[in-house]
């Protein structure tokens, strides 16, 4: 394949593999008494700041029903992030979207399927759905549900758990079994494109001015299902996206267009 039709592609895996290492090294780097750094992906602390998911934070204000100053300041630089870049954290940050398009990688290999033509179109409402019902339960049960079942959040406990205490934890092994039973016998891609909400909040994080594909219809030769389509980790076809159908900039589209129509670009839009 063409080095340059990977171009985007090996940079978002150097940076998948390197947040994932950075999880893993984080338990030894604190036995050796260095605390600067701690946390998780659903809140890092880096020194004075706390860093804050997105996600977790809302679940965490419905729960407690109080938004403090710490947790909107934590949370205001993953914010700006996403309204720059758009949902990155989930194709270039996240461990678990690493682990889940290996494993669809694996499957597609083992029982080769094809993305359905407007699949992504029908998991508009359900994916609003889903995130309005992790905040309205969290809301309810005064619990943070969000943030406990947030795939970013387990997999990148599990090291610390097995480190410090020598065990995984009922709750972060049980979760996490449950989603890698849901990524290796359900649909394709299951919880990364439609359950997740952290994902989904990410998504809806989009202004005019974020980055995202610019698809030029004059410059495609493709036929009705696109080379773009079948790259993309989640079935989009970006000829027809809208604003909010979930698109992760993960920029693997723009790698395999055998033409110049896919362009990523800060360029306004109209929000659909």
Known sequence: MDADRTRWTRWRRLSQFTVALFYLLLPFVHRLDFHAVAGNLASLRIGPLDLNEPAATASAVFASRELTWPLAIGTLPVVLLALILGPVFCSWVCPWGLLSEGIDRIRQHLRPSAWSAAGWQRLRRPRALILTGFLLLSLSSATPLIALFSAPRLISTLPLEAIFLKAISP????????????EILGPRRLWCRALCPVGILNGY???????????????????????????????????????????????ACVDQCPSTALRFQLKPHSIA
Do not use: E, K, M
């Open 171 to 182: 709750v972060t092994g049980g979760l996490l079994l449950v989603l890698l039973l849901l």
């Open 205 to 251: 994080l989009r202004t005019r001015r974020t980055a995202s594909i610019h698809f030029s219809a004059d410059r495609c030769y493709c036929p009705h299902t696109p080379i773009c389509q079948t790259a993309c980790g989640w079935g989009i076809d970006p000829r027809h996206i809208l604003t909010f159908d979930g698109c992760t900039n993960c920029l």
